[in-house]
């Protein structure tokens, strides 16, 4: 066994019994904080990981999987406990734990999850893999994320951000009622809806083209056209089966295509599959601004634009283009004054080196603060690239000065610190134009 391997600190999941080799040969630790690998040992449910996963440490740390069942999120299974089974998955976890040392303490940062998940990417140097799984109401499951709750919201999050990069996976269709994708998709009766389809074949007699069921020609085991009361003896000469009719056993009306519905497995909601919609699921991969994010241990462009989303007046960017879209057009039409304010923030990164992650959530977080307290309940908020985004409806650009004056003293009597920010005032249809180009590109 070669030096560099024994290096590497085991932490042994499970209750069964160690083999003596494995205490003499390797270093193990007695739990997550002070190892570098984790190895599932045979026999051991998958959930004994789950319950230490509190720290970021455990959850990014290589799972060897020699429990005898599958685990999905596991870096790497081995069939068996054996020295040389194990030294070969070693070698596997070994640049993935040298990744992972060279980033910075992910449970001391802000955005404590979003470093999770780019380090995860980084450390494994593959995507994050949407995979399905019907233990779950979504049906799909991101295995390498397990310390997280449902990560598709951060995920999405940081593909905006462009932090990560969005490679799909499926597009699945959920229940309007419940949102869960565990469906019944089904032949259904077009006018009753039930699913008690029995199918049949046509028959067309040539002679004198009748077409029916083939129940309604039988006669014992022969055939008879109930149109003419011809026998029909020779399929190909006499007549033959154009296709099937799909008959309903529930209210027998026929139907040459049936209909598709939709059960939920969970909430038993039928929908028709006019009705249904689709979600996209993805695959996500760490881009090179990822990288420099992680590196960092902060996400400077997330952070602004999760703090003004999540803020009272606060909308994520496109919907917030949708808002001004419909304001745009309610103005023009009613000629009714329509405004906007646009905050730069020019410190940003030196904001961040001088106070770290967490301060710099804190100034944003104050930010928020100011922007609630300035302006009103029908105004809204989203931030892009440093730039803060208010849009005033009802508001002619003469009174904007007043209140882009009030944001600026206060942002300097709250926010502590060497905020740097100017306000830019915008009206007018055309000069909403120019706003929504700006969060277009
Ligand atoms: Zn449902
Ligand atoms: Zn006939
Ligand atoms: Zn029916």
């Given amino acids: ?104 303490e992910i449970d001391a940062l802000a955005d404590t999850d979003a470093l999770m998940v780019l380090a995860m990417a980084h450390s494994r140097q593959t995507p994050i893999q949407a995979t399905w799984d019907f233990t779950r109401p979504a049906a799909v499951r991101y295995a390498a994320l397990r310390g997280i709750e449902n990560p598709r919201e951060l ?38 809806r039930s699913s008690d389809l029995g199918s049949e074949p046509l028959v067309h007699h040539y002679r004198c083209a009748y077409q029916a069921r083939e129940s309604e020609f039988l006669r014992g085991r022969s055939l008879e056209c109930p149109k003419c009361r011809r026998a029909l003896r020779h399929y190909g000469v006499d007549y033959d089966k154009p296709g099937v009719v799909f008959v ?7 139907s040459s295509d049936p209909a598709v519905g939709f059960l939920c497995a969970d909430c038993g909601r039928h929908t028709d599959s006019e009705r249904m919609d689709t979600r996209t699921w993805w695959h996500y991969a760490i881009t090179s601004g990822g990288v420099t994010a992680l590196h960092r241990g902060v996400l400077p462009h997330l952070s602004l634009e999760a703090s003004m989303a999540r803020g009272p007046m606060g909308y994520w960017v496109r919907d917030f283009m949708t808002l001004l879209r419909f304001e745009q057009a309610q103005a023009r039409r009613y000629q009714r004054p329509l405004s906007a304010l646009i ?30 307290e300035c302006l009103r309940e029908t105004d809204a908020v989203t931030a892009r690239n440093h730039v803060v985004y208010v849009l005033l409806p009802e508001t002619p650009m003469a009174e904007t000065e007043v209140i882009a004056q009030r944001l600026r003293e206060t942002v300097e009597t709250v926010v502590a610190g060497p905020m740097q920010i100017t306000v830019e005032r915008s009206g007018g249809v055309d000069g909403l134009s120019t706003v929504l180009e700006a969060l277009t590109d």
Avoid at 69 to 91: K, R, W
């Fill in 1 to 104: 066994m070669d030096s560099a391997t024994a290096r590497l600190r085991l932490w042994l999941v499970g209750e069964s019994a160690r083999p003596t080799w494995l205490s003499d040969a390797y270093t193990v630790a007695d739990g997550p904080e002070h190892a570098d690998v984790a190895v599932l040992m045979p026999g051991t449910p998958v959930e004994a990981l789950d319950d230490r996963r509190a720290s970021a440490h455990a959850a990014l740390m290589p799972v060897i999987n020699a429990s005898g069942q599958s685990m999905p999120g596991a870096l790497c299974d081995v069939a068996s406990l054996q020295p040389a089974l194990l030294d070969e998955a070693l070698g596997v976890a070994r640049p993935v734990v040298e990744r992972l040392a060279q980033l910075p």
């Fill in 155 to 192: 995920l999405e999050e940081l593909a905006a951000a462009e932090l990560l990069v969005r490679e799909r996976f499926d597009c699945i269709h959920y229940c309007p009622a419940c949102d869960g994708s565990r469906l019944n998709v089904r032949e259904e009766c077009t006018e009753c």
């Fill in 248 to 254: 309903c056993g529930h209210c027998g009306a026929e």
């Fill in 343 to 372: 905050l730069r923030v020019h410190n940003i990164e030196a904001m961040s080196d001088a106070w770290g992650g967490r301060g710099l959530s804190r100034v944003f977080a104050h930010l928020v603060d100011v922007l609630s």
